[in-house]
């Protein structure tokens, strides 16, 4: 069983930064793509960021391209989102995802990940 814990969120005013991680539990987190996904209050979840295995492969959401940059360290099992210029609509839990399959592209579909962290809320004032 892999086990995910975010952490790193909190208050921040709009234009602001935070650095979410996500330390992952086993020894195989290397093998998999990594998502970062968000929920605020009544919306669906959906897709932040993403990662492949090492890192050389990523992909964003256009509403946080050249913002958030996902990145992570395969020694350290922890995958990071970097966010930076932050707004009010960036409001939301935050949770990250591993793969379901190894070694796969990275994808924004939520079915593609198994495993997921229990959410760090993320709070942007205007």
């Known amino acids: 069983q892999v086990q995910l814990v975010e952490s790193g969120g909190g208050l921040v005013q709009a234009g602001g930064s935070l650095r979410l991680s996500c330390a992952a539990s086993?020894?195989?987190?290397?093998?998999?793509?990594m998502g970062w996904f968000r929920q605020a209050p009544g919306k669906e979840r959906e897709f932040v960021a993403a990662?492949?295995?090492?890192?050389?492969?990523?992909g964003y959401a256009d509403s946080v391209k050249g913002r958030f940059t996902i990145s992570r360290d395969n020694a350290k099992n922890t995958v990071y989102l970097q966010m930076n210029s932050l707004k009010s609509e960036d409001t939301a839990v935050y949770y990250c995802?591993?793969?379901?399959?190894?070694?796969?592209?990275?994808?924004?579909?939520?079915?593609?990940?198994?495993?997921w962290g229990q959410g760090t809320q993320v709070t942007v004032s205007s």
């Open positions: 990662c492949d295995w090492n890192g050389g492969s990523t």
């Open positions: 086993g020894r195989t987190f290397s093998r998999y793509a």
């Open positions: 995802a591993r793969a379901s399959t190894p070694w796969r592209t990275p994808t924004g579909a939520p079915k593609e990940y198994e495993y």
